[in-house]
């Protein structure tokens, strides 16, 4: 089974950071994907994404409407979107790191 990973973030950490990572899951399970979703919520970061994790992966989705550093994320394909298209078209995001 193919893996990747995600991060999500918006400026007040509270609804869409959220609502982007339950997309993102439902949208992976859907299509037959293992994910981890990281979110940078109000509380702070949960789930985080471990070096392992991001190595084993095929690709990462960043989900944000803030500014995050890429740096881990070196040798990967990246796909940055704003939480609004994560929430609305997961599985079109999905399937472009399938590709």
Same mark, same amino acid.
């Given at each position: 089974m193919k893996k990747i990973v995600a991060v999500t973030a918006c400026p007040t950490g509270i609804a869409h950071t959220y609502m982007a %990572?339950? %997309?993102l899951l439902i949208a992976a399970k859907a299509?037959?994907?293992e994910i981890k979703v990281e979110t940078n919520g109000a509380i702070g970061?949960?789930?985080e994404l471990t070096d392992k994790d991001i190595e084993s992966s095929i690709g990462v989705i960043i989900a944000s409407?803030?500014?995050l550093s890429k740096e881990r994320f070196k040798n990967k394909v990246i796909i940055e979107i704003d939480t609004r298209? %994560?929430?609305f078209d997961s599985k079109k995001y999905i399937?472009?790191?399938l590709k």
């Open positions: %990572a339950e %997309a299509l037959g994907v970061v949960e789930n409407d803030i500014h298209h %994560a929430i399937n472009q790191l």
